[in-house]
T-cell receptor
Framework: DSGVTQTPKHLITATGQRVTLRCSPR?????VYWYQQSLDQGLQFLIQ???????AKGNILERFSAQQFPDLHSELNLSSLELGDSALYFC??????????????FGAGSRLTVL | AQKITQTQPGMFVQEKEAVTLDCTYD???????LFWYKQPSSGEMIFLIY??????QNATEGRYSLNFQKARKSANLVISASQLGDSAMYFC???????????FGTGTRLLVSP
């Protein structure tokens, strides 16, 4: 158990629908990162939050949004889903930025299937 | 431009032998970090080893070592005494100074045979 909790583990939905993926970081970690892993795109960075504020944005579609709450858990909202959004979505957390290696610890992922 | 390149889509090794997984990177920063992660078939991403750009010695963690050649911009992962449980995807990743995110390569699938 990495200490990063993601729910749900599996999700099957239809095109056009909206889903929310949830992530609880490791205790003490202030940063949360979201990654998408698909067969054709590999591991793509979506967005990072640090202590409730957006810190960096990657290849995140406008249909996707995220936030980090005061208790540091984060949610990734995916709307108007398309077949191509089917992927494994990872959340990762890390210790504060002053740490040396800043190792990202990943959750088990949420596997989204859009039919 | 691709920042992390893993040229080996798949590698085969026999149990108890050593294997090297290649990784080259591209950055103009002097300060950066290099990481290797393992992804078994179950899907989770497991951190293996880290090398900082200013570290003079190659990083080692148990059976894992990182062959860091700064001038060649390579950070190859060496797994000694391979085990069946080492069969997995292996990803090389880099973090540049000033950024917290990791940029990943496309991965190498390692298959360890008995």
């Amino acid at each position: 158990d990495s200490g990063v909790t993601q729910t749900p583990k599996h999700l099957i939905t239809a095109t056009g629908q909206r889903v929310t993926l949830r992530c609880s970081p490791r205790s003490g970690d202030l940063s949360v990162y979201w990654y998408q892993q698909s067969l054709d795109q590999g591991l793509q960075f979506l967005i990072q939050y640090y202590n409730g504020e957006e810190r960096a944005k990657g290849n995140i579609l406008e249909r996707f949004s995220a936030q980090q709450f005061p208790d540091l858990h984060s949610e990734l909202n995916l709307s108007s889903l398309e077949l191509g959004d089917s992927a494994l979505y990872f959340c990762a957390s890390s210790v504060p930025a002053s740490s040396g290696a800043n190792v990202l610890t990943f959750g088990a992922g949420s596997r989204l299937t859009v039919l | 431009a691709q920042k992390i390149t893993q040229t080996q889509p798949g590698m085969f090794v026999q149990e108890k032998e050593a294997v090297t997984l290649d990784c080259t990177y591209d950055t103009s920063d002097q300060s950066y970090g290099l990481f290797w992660y393992k992804q078994p078939s179950s899907g989770e991403m497991i951190f293996l080893i880290y090398q900082g750009s200013y570290d003079e010695q190659n990083a080692t963690e148990g059976r894992y070592s990182l062959n860091f050649q700064k001038a060649r911009k390579s950070a190859n992962l060496v797994i000694s005494a391979s085990q069946l449980g080492d069969s997995a995807m292996y990803f090389c990743a880099m973090r540049e100074a000033g950024f917290q995110k990791l940029v990943f390569g496309t991965g190498t699938r390692l298959l360890v045979s008995p």
